[in-house]
Antibody, heavy 117, light 106 residues
Framework: QVQLEESGPGLMQPSETLSLTCTVS????????VGWVRQPLGKGLVWMGT???????NYNSAVQSRLSISRDTSKSQVFLKMNSLQPEDTGTYYC???????????WGQGVMVTVSS | AIQVTQSPTSLSASLGDRVTLTCRAS??????MAWYQQKPGEVPQLLIY???TLQSGTPSRFSGSGSGTDFSFTISHLQSEDFATYYC????????FGSGTKLEIK
């Protein structure tokens, strides 16, 4: 069955670079895209970026200058890297599978990231 | 970027009520509107996509409608497990979530 699992450090300091990994199973990264969605504590969902099945990427303009999404298809992993972290980057980060008709149908459990000195 | 305006921000309702949420996109999104349910501490769950198509497993009391820029989501007969926060998502041009509607028990 389709599964996604995020992993990465829970605590970061301001100005550091965040690195998260999304390991997927049950589908191929060359068949489906994967997106990253952030949710600040107690707030709403924000799309951050997507790596498409063909390998191209799109980012939310609000974080585009700091964000990079890549993948290793042989390991079924998608990577998020975001630099110059600030406290407002604190939140739960989800990866989710892109399905046709513009939706994310399967989501990982999320990883909580706290940015604090 | 496409903006999505979701309303209301919060809604109080009773068991058995019919409730409707709305999302308005800043431009025509070719019916690429989805609706998600999120309960505290849980992962968002896809309920409806392409404006009105129920995701497998979504109870029939949930429905979606709309076209162009205006979309609505209805729960026809509220049950206790429906009290949650609901988000719309446009997926026509990249992605934009609505700000969410928190559905609470009256």
């Amino acid at each position: 069955q389709v599964q996604l699992e995020e992993s990465g450090p829970g605590l970061m300091q301001p100005s550091e670079t965040l690195s998260l990994t999304c390991t997927v199973s049950g589908f191929s990264l060359t068949s489906n895209g994967v997106g990253w969605v952030r949710q600040p504590l107690g707030k709403g969902l924000v799309w951050m970026g997507t790596i498409w099945a063909g390998g191209s990427t799109n980012y939310n303009s609000a974080v585009q200058s700091r964000l990079s999404i890549s993948r290793d298809t042989s390991k079924s992993q998608v990577f998020l890297k975001m630099n110059s972290l600030q406290p407002e980057d604190t939140g739960t980060y989800y990866c989710a599978r892109y399905y046709y008709s513009g939706i994310f149908d399967y989501w990982g459990q999320g990883v909580m990231v706290t940015v604090s000195s | 970027a496409i903006q999505v305006t979701q309303s209301p921000t919060s809604l109080s309702a009773s068991l058995g009520d019919r409730v409707t949420l709305t999302c308005r996109a800043s431009q025509d999104i070719n019916n690429k509107m989805a609706w998600y349910q999120q309960k505290p501490g849980e992962v968002p769950q896809l309920l409806i996509y392409y404006a009105s198509t129920l995701q497998s497993g979504t109870p029939s009391r949930f429905s979606g409608s709309g076209s162009g820029t205006d979309f609505s989501f209805t729960i026809s007969h509220l049950q206790s497990e429906d009290f949650a926060t609901y988000y719309c998502l446009q997926g026509y041009s990249l992605f934009t979530f609505g700000s969410g509607t928190k559905l609470e028990i009256k």
